[in-house]
């Protein structure tokens, strides 16, 4: 999710994949809701139902007697901080995920379908479709969106994008509410200020469909090392605290808290945001990122190589939006007129 401003209205979790083989849960429904209970551990964290967290337990369990040796020393390296710090729940998705993905290869890539941006009136659904080419994305990554969607009204949490996780292995569904504009008599000084805002909200997207919660074949041992790089990361004293520049002048300082830190599930989202809001810097500013954070740009750099090696950050530096006029450069005017 995006937010647009500075208010704090934060809190409410993305949609995330369905929960850990659906089939043994619809099965075991009963029993699962018979010993549903929410309780505090001792943490305080108000979290898990016993029965899901049991089932969700087994289900890691299992994947990680799968692991060849060198990959167990690296699971066992982080398991304990990944259990405290977002559950064993949170794990055993990501074992569904890498599922999931494993159902998807083979699929042949199709374009996401992209609806509805002639309705803001500045920017057209062939901008957005230049927006997702190679210029801008490693194209694995594209392969995660079925579809960009423009709604033509606000939402009332002044979110200007929103990922919705498909559920199995569908693609995932990308969707902008109508922009809080700064007026301006200049139709196309409008028209490049949107798209400016338009890439920068469908980067930070798209890094979500790309963590370690995406459908595609990561291994999950790869995804579990991104997790905890991005949790030591967001503990390290020089994490990424939303610099105005790279962060294309969207304010809020450092974004992933203003979904809070107290308990496991607002951890996870505030790392799922923490990720989205660092790749979207390496995407949008690799060099100046790469300077600034070179922890932060090399968690997502291995990432990227890990799918995409051939992606050159080079063709998408600088821009697009200059840091002191809010303004898309004058390069990536070009692309779009
Ligand atoms: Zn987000």
Not at 100 to 107: A, K
Not at 200 to 224: A, P, Q, Y
Not at 240 to 260: A, R
Not at 330 to 337: G, I
Request: with cysteine; hydrophobic share 35%.
């Amino acid at each position: 999710m995006e937010k647009f401003g500075r208010s704090k209205e934060g809190g409410e979790a993305e949609s995330r994949s369905v929960p850990v083989r659906r089939l043994v849960f619809a099965g075991l429904g009963a029993v699962t809701v018979a010993t549903s209970a929410l309780y505090h551990d001792e943490r305080g964290d108000t979290y898990i139902d016993k029965g899901f967290d049991q089932l969700a337990q087994m289900n890691v369990a299992d994947r990680v007697a799968q692991l060849s040796l060198d990959e167990r020393l690296k699971y066992d390296a982080v398991s304990n901080i990944l259990v405290q710090k977002v559950g064993v729940t949170k794990i055993g998705s990501i074992v569904n995920s890498e599922e999931d993905g494993r159902r998807r290869e083979g699929e042949i890539f199709q374009e996401p379908e992209i609806i509805d941006f002639e309705q803001t009136g500045v920017i057209t659904n062939e901008d957005v479709r230049k927006a997702t080419s190679s210029d801008f994305f490693p194209q694995g990554w594209i392969q995660q969106v079925g579809s960009i969607v423009y709604i033509n009204s606000s939402n009332e949490m002044l979110v200007t994008g929103m990922n919705k996780k498909g559920p199995g292995s569908e693609r995932d569904t990308i969707t902008f509410f109508k922009f809080t504009m700064p007026h301006s008599e200049d139709r196309e000084s409008m028209r490049y200020r949107m798209i400016g805002l338009m890439l920068g909200t469908l980067r930070h997207e798209v890094c979500h469909s790309n963590d370690w919660g995406t459908k595609s074949n990561r291994s999950f041992v790869d995804r579990i090392e991104l997790l905890s790089n991005i949790i030591a990361q967001v503990e390290s004293k020089d994490a990424y605290d939303g610099h105005p520049v790279l962060s294309d002048n969207h304010t809020y300082v450092p974004y992933h808290l203003s979904y809070g830190y107290a308990n496991r599930a607002e951890r996870m989202t505030a790392y799922q945001e923490y990720f989205a809001d660092i790749c979207r810097a390496y995407l949008s500013h690799p060099e100046l990122f790469k300077q600034e954070y070179p922890k932060d740009w090399g968690i997502v750099d291995t990432w990227i190589k890990k799918t995409d090696p051939n992606f050159d950050t080079r063709k998408i530096s600088p821009g697009p939006i200059s840091g002191s006029t809010g303004e898309l450069n004058d390069e990536w005017k070009k692309l779009f007129n």
